[in-house]
């Protein structure tokens, strides 16, 4: 099952669900935060959104809830790691916004794969190697290095 591509639109409109509680989030510096967002909303690079809500950590992790749910509306690629979270797997947003990288082994080929290269489940929902599309192992989590 394929993982479908990020969408800016759908980034878009997390972040405008996400609105009224921007200034919670993110605080005394809501202001500025607040005239970037638009700017960048105007400008129009993911990137540079991502790295906006990246110096505001609730700001970041309410924008990954947001998203996330926005997507599991429209996808049902759902993989509950062993942590008992859903995390939607191949999605280059949602893995931006976490801060946790989670890993696979794939025991044919004796390697371990990131959870954003998988893009193949088998009907079971279990990750398949990128190269050899063989069952994998979930490793687990360990938190992203700046």
Wanted: net charge neutral; hydrophobic share 35%; charged share 25%.
């Amino acid at each position: 099952m394929p993982i479908p591509p990020h969408s800016s639109k759908g980034l878009r409109t997390a972040i405008e669900r996400l609105r009224s509680n921007l200034p919670e989030l993110v605080g005394a510096n809501y202001s500025a935060f607040e005239a970037e967002l638009d700017s960048l909303l105007q400008e129009g690079s993911d990137d540079k959104l991502l790295d906006l809500f990246d110096r505001y950590p609730a700001a970041r992790e309410g924008l990954k809830g947001a998203y996330l749910r926005l997507i599991t509306r429209r996808f049902v690629n759902l993989v509950v790691a062993a942590s008992g979270s859903y995390q939607l797997l191949g999605d280059p947003i949602y893995h931006r916004l976490d801060k946790t990288l989670t890993y696979y082994y794939c025991t044919f080929g004796q390697h371990e794969v990131d959870s954003k290269d998988v893009l193949n489940y088998d009907n079971d929902l279990k990750a398949l190697c990128p190269i050899h599309q063989e069952i994998m192992i979930f490793r687990g989590s360990r938190k992203k290095e700046k």
